[in-house]
């Protein structure tokens, strides 16, 4: 079966499957694309284009239900979105890229298996103050390797009972959304109008999976897998996939 056959599935069955909890699935395009021996200067191109399709209809399915606390929300991306346009910026070679996104699966992979509640009760931590300062690498590491930093973002909500598990949904989509375009944008500069058109004429297919997967994704909620069950299926495919690329750098 052809490459791109295969990553048009698996793209449209990440985007399906993230859209439905709020992400964008940046970090399990990545794999798959590290994976596929792409240039790896497309790589965070694609994943963020994709990101951004992805996170703007769930950004305006929880916005039409009422469910974002937009104030928070705001305050976190605003802080976050100058540094993912940087680190879409800095220029990064081969080794370094690998060795940041090996270490970014990594870390991603294990996020995912910190346990979510359904619903986050109780007070705010103390410590749910220090996640604007928290925001600004997050968004730094998601413009330099091509994620949308929500995966790391929506742990340190649930750990600082920050709100309720749909609106900490609902702020990732925001955070996602708004890091990937800054993160494009700078990526967009680095590597000039050529080297994108190129990317997103190949990723085509890609582009159309994630559009129709994250509108399925964002209109319902995924009922034939336990959420804990793609949860840690997305894990191990990710941290694998990281560790694999921290082997070869």
């Given at each position: 079966m052809p490459?791109?056959?295969?990553l048009t599935?698996g793209?449209f069955?990440?985007?399906?499957?993230?859209?439905?909890?709020?992400?964008g699935?940046?970090?399990?395009?990545?794999?798959?694309?590290a994976?596929s021996?792409?240039?790896y200067?497309?790589?965070?191109?694609?994943?963020?284009a994709?990101?951004i399709?992805v996170?703007?209809?769930?950004?305006?399915?929880?916005?039409?239900?009422k469910?974002?606390?937009?104030?928070g929300?705001?305050v976190?991306?605003?802080?976050?979105?100058?540094a993912?346009f940087l680190?879409?910026?800095v220029?990064?070679?081969?080794?370094?890229?690998l060795?940041m996104?090996?270490?970014?699966?990594?870390?991603?992979?294990?996020?995912l298996?910190i346990?979510v509640?359904e619903e986050?009760?109780?007070?705010?931590?103390?410590l749910?103050?220090?996640?604007?300062?928290?925001?600004?690498?997050l968004?730094?590491?998601?413009?330099?390797?091509?994620i949308?930093?929500?995966?790391?973002?929506?742990?340190?909500?649930?750990?600082?009972?920050?709100?309720?598990?749909?609106a900490i949904?609902?702020?990732?989509s925001?955070?996602?959304?708004?890091n990937?375009?800054?993160?494009l944008?700078?990526q967009?500069?680095?590597?000039g109008?050529?080297?994108?058109g190129?990317a997103?004429?190949e990723?085509?297919p890609?582009?159309i999976a994630?559009?129709i997967?994250g509108?399925?994704?964002?209109l319902?909620?995924?009922?034939?897998?336990?959420q804990r069950?793609?949860?840690?299926?997305?894990?191990?495919l990710?941290?694998?996939?990281?560790a694999?690329l921290?082997f070869e750098v």
């Open positions: 490459l791109i056959v295969l599935f793209f069955v990440a985007a399906l499957l993230y859209a439905s909890v709020g992400f699935g940046g970090s399990t395009y990545l794999a798959l694309l994976l021996g792409l240039d200067r497309v790589l965070p191109m694609v994943a963020l994709c990101n399709v996170v703007a209809g769930g950004t305006v399915r929880f916005a039409r239900a469910m974002t606390p937009w104030k929300a705001l976190l991306t605003v802080v976050a979105a100058p993912a680190g879409g910026l220029p990064i070679d081969r080794d370094a890229f060795l996104l090996g270490v970014s699966l990594v870390l991603t992979g294990v996020t298996l346990p509640r986050t009760v109780g007070e705010r931590s103390s749910a103050k220090f996640l604007p300062v928290a925001a600004a690498p968004g730094f590491v998601a413009g330099l390797v091509g949308g930093g929500g995966i790391f973002l929506a742990p340190l909500l649930h750990l600082t009972r920050w709100d309720n598990a749909r949904a609902a702020t990732a925001v955070f996602i959304l708004i990937s375009m800054f993160g944008a700078g967009l500069l680095k590597h109008p050529t080297m994108f190129g997103m004429a990723a085509l890609l582009l994630v559009v997967g509108q399925i994704g964002s319902m909620a995924v009922k034939f897998l336990p069950w793609i949860r840690w299926v997305t894990a191990i990710v941290a694998v996939v990281g694999r921290l």
